[in-house]
C-alpha cells in the first residue's frame, strides 16, 4: 500500500505522528522551510534509507526521541540542487548547486534545510541515487574504521557485510590493507561481498562460521547481544569490537518485547579488569549524536569523495523506489534480505 497519494509537484514530506508499523509513514504536503543563517535548502531528488530510520518509526531510537520526538520525519541524507540560502552565506556560490546533504531527522521530504558545512558537492558524474546511497553509510564505516585502528595486513571480520554500511566497510577496509572476512545472513548474498573485495563471506551460522578463530583485530558488529559476545571471544590480542548498532533485537519490523528484554539482560558485560587480562578493547558509537561535528564530517566525507572519484571505493548495489513507496522500503529493509543500498526518488 502506498503512503498516501498525493500530486507529485507538490512539496511534501513523510511523517510519523505516533511509533508503529509501516502504516505510520504517512506522506503529507508541507510548507518547505526556509534557510536560516548558514543554512541551504536543497531540493531533493533522492532520499538514503537506512536501519535506523525503521527504528524512528517503531519508536525505539533514543536521538529521535532527544532531538524531535514525535511526530518525527525521519531520515538523515539526500541527494538534490540548493534552491534557497541563507544569510552569512554567498548567494551566488550556492543555488543550482547538486549536492550530497545530511540531515540529522527531516530528510523524507521534497526539501530539506541543513547547515551548509553539512551539504557535500556532488561529483557530476554521480546520479542522485549514488548521491543518496554515499555519506550515512560511508561516514559510518569510516568512523568504525577509525575506531578500529587495525594496522594493514590485519584481518577484520564484518558482520552484516552486504548491507548498506557493509558495503563500505569491506571497500574502506581493502583500501586500508585489511584482510577482510564477511559474515551475512544468507548464501545470496556472498557473491556481492566477496566482489567488493572482502577475502572471504561466511554465512552466519553455518559450519565455516561456527568454527571461526581469534584471528582477529577488529571485529564490525552491529547484529545484537548474542552476536557482540562472540564476535568479543573471536578478538586476537590487541584487538577491538566495534558495536554501532543491535538490528537483531528486532524481528520483521517489530521488537519481540519479550525476547529482546531477554537477549539484553543477556547481553556481554566487559570488566576493564578482564580487558586488561584479555588485552582486547570494546568501542561502541552512534553518529546520531555526533552531528555538532560539521567540519570533522565535512573533512571526512570529502576525504570519501575523493576515493569514489579515483576508483578506489565504488558504490553498493542500489535499489530504488518513488518516495511514495517508502513503506515498501522500510518492509523490505527490515526483512534482512536486501543487498547494498535503498533509495527512495523524487522525479525533478
Ligand atoms: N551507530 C551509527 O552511527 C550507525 C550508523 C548507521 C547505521 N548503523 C547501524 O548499522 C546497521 C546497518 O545499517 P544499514 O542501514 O546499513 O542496514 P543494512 O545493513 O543494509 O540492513 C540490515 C541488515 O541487517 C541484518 N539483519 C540481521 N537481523 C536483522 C533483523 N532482525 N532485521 C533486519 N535486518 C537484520 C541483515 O543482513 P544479514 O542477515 O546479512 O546480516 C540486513 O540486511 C544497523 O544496525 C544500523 O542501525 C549505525
Redesign the pocket.
Known sequence: MKARATNPSTPRRVVVHRPGGLDRLVLEPFEPPQPGPGEVRVSVRAIG????DC?VRMGVYAPAKRYVDWPITPGFEVAGVVDAVGDQLEESDWPGRRVVALSRFNAYASHVVTSAQRALTMPDGWTMAEGAAFA??AL?AH?ALHLADAPAGSAVLI????????HWLVQLARVRGLAATG????PD?VAVVTAAGAEHCLV?GSFEERRLQPIFLAVFD???PESWRRSYGLLAPTGRLVV?????????GRIPWLRAGLDLLRRPRFDPLRLCADNRGVLG????YLFEQDAAFANDLAELRTLVVDGKARFPPITTLPLDEVREAHRL??????V??LVLEIPA
Do not use: D, E, I, P
Open positions: 534509507v537506512n536501519f535506523a527504528l550515512v553509510n559510518t568512523h558482520h552484516s557485510a552486504a548491507g548498506g554500511v557493509g559474515v551475512v545472513g544468507a548474498k552466519r552491529a547484529h545484537g554501532y548498532g543491535a538490528h537483531a533485537l528486532t524481528r520483521n558509537f552512534n553518529l546520531a529493509l527490515q526483512s534482512g534480505t536486501t547494498g543500498k
